[in-house]
């Protein structure tokens, strides 16, 4: 099967192109290395079955061409990271509802399935812990732009599902919570690259807030592996399925097990949320999914605990020292 995934040359999106390859599937990858890099698939562009199109998901004739070339889609494309959110909210709504907007429509033709990558943002400020696909979602004001992006993935979602109602379009869409691993960049704010790499140089650990929100971290292996489970899986159509791991842990306590497992004798610090973002920025408390939906439909949830997580991603700076 030949499977196109957009953002494929980004940080989920390759380890995804490889588990794919791997499986002996080929892939098709559409990225414009905004986010993404020629880096993240250096170790594919050789592999039998592996192309890299450099573009936008907005061009509607380059998605139309990889989607009629292809069996199956994973849209996986998007303005990703809180920071670069904050700091360019009329591209991340722009990207994440036009985007998706065109790869639905590309796909419309010929009903090629279509994965649709969505966040555990979306459950916003929600304190029913843990989160159910069917909750109510509870967003902030739109002056906060943070929302901005929980609502364009959201709106990502009602899309996905009304080309399924309206045109008979299979779809399946996925929440993804907290993915880290090897290859996630820290540039865009994501926590434990940026721990990893502080820890390693010995600086200061920067807990943003007070450290007692939390978290559940799941190993991007994990992700793909469900990801490719839910693309072959036709009951899983027209769904929305929660994708993440299910051990809690504090942004304190985080930082406290990457300085251990890294050895490091860095301090840790307190930022105050409007030092490190902008001011009036509001958090998420507490994330937890809810994975009973996912192991009753793939009989597979990520499951690499914390410890290991870390360690991977600590061995993988240590390499590029
Ligand atoms: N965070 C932090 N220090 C950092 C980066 C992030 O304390 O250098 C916090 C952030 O405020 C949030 C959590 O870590 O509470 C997870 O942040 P990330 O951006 O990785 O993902 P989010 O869950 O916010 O989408």
Redesign the pocket.
């Given at each position: 099967m030949k499977v196109l995934v957009t953002g494929g040359a980004g940080f989920i999106g390759s380890h995804l192109a490889e588990h794919l390859l791997d499986a002996g599937h080929s892939v098709l990858a559409v990225d414009d290395l905004s986010t993404g890099s020629v880096e993240n698939v250096s170790g594919l562009q050789g592999r039998d079955g592996f192309e890299l199109r450099v573009g936008d998901v907005t061009d509607s004739d380059l998605m139309k061409a990889a989607v009629d070339a292809s069996d199956s889609v994973v849209h996986l494309a998007a303005a990703v990271?809180?920071?670069l959110i904050i700091e360019k909210p009329v591209h991340t709504i722009q990207t994440n509802v036009h985007g998706t907007q065109v790869v639905l429509n590309a796909a419309i033709a010929l009903k090629k399935p279509v994965l649709i990558a969505s966040?555990?943002?979306v459950y916003g400020k929600s304190t029913k812990i843990p989160f159910s696909e069917d909750d109510d979602l509870v967003l902030g004001p739109t002056r906060h732009s943070r929302w901005a992006y929980a609502c364009s993935k959201a709106l990502d979602e009602w899309l996905a599902l009304a080309y399924a109602t309206e045109h008979g379009l299979p779809v399946t869409v996925v929440r993804l919570?907290?993915t880290?691993g090897p290859r996630q960049s820290?540039r865009?704010?994501?926590?434990?690259p940026?721990?990893v790499r502080?820890a390693l140089a010995g600086e200061k650990?920067?807990?943003?807030?007070t450290?007692t929100?939390s978290?559940c971290f799941s190993h991007v292996r994990d992700v793909v592996r469900a990801l490719e489970l839910l693309m072959h899986t036709p009951a899983a159509r027209g769904g929305v399925y929660n994708i993440g791991g299910a051990e809690e842990i504090t942004?304190q306590a985080?930082?406290e097990k990457v300085r251990e497992h890294a050895g490091s004798t860095s301090q840790i610090v307190n930022?105050p949320?409007e030092q490190?973002?902008a001011s009036g920025?509001e958090?998420?408390m507490r994330?937890v999914p809810c994975v009973s939906k996912l192991q009753a439909t793939i009989g597979f949830v990520p499951d690499t605990p914390l410890d290991r997580i870390v360690v991977d991603v600590i061995d993988e700076h240590r390499r590029a020292m």
């Open positions: 990271g809180v920071r966040t555990s943002e919570f907290n880290v820290g865009y704010g994501m926590v434990l940026n721990f502080q650990i920067t807990v943003f807030g450290g929100q978290r942004i985080l930082a930022v949320y490190a973002y920025f958090d998420m994330r």
